[in-house]
């Protein structure tokens, strides 16, 4: 069963993860900008502003 989500390996770019030291793969801002909405998983690189406190997010300012 093929997924159709937006981030099937297939429509990403190198621009948009690189892997960690330990293996992970790590998504870039320009990822999460083009995927359009924060995942809350407290992502290293989100452009979201989310707050696990009150669980709210602010999208950066530029």
């Known amino acids: 069963m093929e997924s159709d989500s937006f981030s ?4 990403l770019s190198p621009e ?3 892997a960690s030291g330990e293996g992970y ?3 870039t801002e320009k ?3 083009k995927r359009g909405y924060c995942c809350k998983n407290i992502c290293k690189h ?5 707050n696990k406190k009150n669980t709210t997010t602010t999208k ?3």
């Not at 099937?8 to 429509?11: E, R």
């Not at 989100?46 to 989310?50: E, K, L, N, V």
């Open 60 to 62: 950066k300012q530029e």
């Open 25 to 27: 793969i790590i998504f």
């Open 46 to 50: 989100c452009p979201f502003g989310y």
């Open 31 to 33: 990822y999460h900008l």
């Open 8 to 11: 099937n390996q297939s429509n």
């Open 16 to 18: 948009d993860y690189y």
